[in-house]
Each structure stands twice: as structure tokens, then as C-alpha cells.
Nanobody
Framework: QVQLVESGGGSVQPGGSLRLSCEAS????????MGWYRQAPGKERELVAD???????NYADSVKGRFTIARDNARNTVYLQMNNLKPEDTAVYYC???????????????WGQGTQVTVSS
């Protein structure tokens, strides 16, 4: 089985920064898609940023220029550097990875448990 564990959330003032990490563990042969999503109270979950093994980061318009997604394949980890945070960035952030558990398997999606990010003065 594959588990994704997120860390790095917390409370910060507007203009501050946070760095989220999501590490996958378990039976992992390879990973392709990695993404960060968020869900604010009363709203649907939305894509924040994603990255694959063959292309660079893709970002929601609301975070372009402020957030940066990066991956470390050797560590099966995806990061989200969040700068110039705004109150509207407040949400639970979830990571998502598509992972092969063996050479012959297909890519399967896995989700982290979520980490709270609160931006408030």
C-alpha cells in the first residue's frame, strides 16, 4: 500500500511564506503525476499546482507568481513553496500522486490526509 504524508502547514500573516511537503511511502515503483489541491470551507476542492515527470509546473491563475511546485523523485516527495500568502489562500491543502506499485501495474491515484493553511492578521 502507498501512503502520502503531508507536512508544513500552519498559520501565517498575510505576505508570509510556507513550504508544504508530501512524501510517499510504501510499495512505489515509479510516480508520474504529482499535484497540490486545496479546499476552503464551503467550496469545492480545486487544483493549485501540478507537475509530471515530463513537464514543468502548471498553476492556478490565483497562485501564479507566488507558488512554486517542485518534486524530488528519489525521495518520492513533492513540495509547494508558497510566498506572499493571502487570506484567500486559507484552506486545507491536499497532495495527490499517481504511482505505479510494480512494473506491470498502471498508475493509481493516492491522496494525502490534508494539512491546514491559515492566513490571517
Amino acid at each position: 500500500q502507498v501512503q502520502l504524508v503531508e507536512s508544513g502547514g500552519g498559520s501565517v500573516q498575510p505576505g508570509g511564506s510556507l513550504r508544504l511537503s508530501c512524501e510517499a511511502s510504501g510499495s512505489i515503483f515509479s510516480s508520474n503525476y504529482m499535484g497540490w489541491y486545496r479546499q476552503a470551507p464551503g467550496k469545492e476542492r480545486e487544483l493549485v499546482a501540478d507537475i509530471t515527470s515530463s513537464r514543468s509546473g502548471n498553476y492556478a491563475d490565483s497562485v501564479k507568481g507566488r507558488f512554486t511546485i517542485a518534486r524530488d523523485n528519489a525521495r518520492n516527495t513533492v513540495y509547494l513553496q508558497m510566498n506572499n500568502l493571502k487570506p484567500e489562500d486559507t484552506a486545507v491543502y491536499y497532495c495527490n500522486m499517481e504511482v505505479k506499485v510494480s512494473m506491470g501495474s498502471r498508475y493509481l491515484p493516492f491522496w494525502g490526509q490534508g494539512t491546514q493553511v491559515t492566513v490571517s492578521s
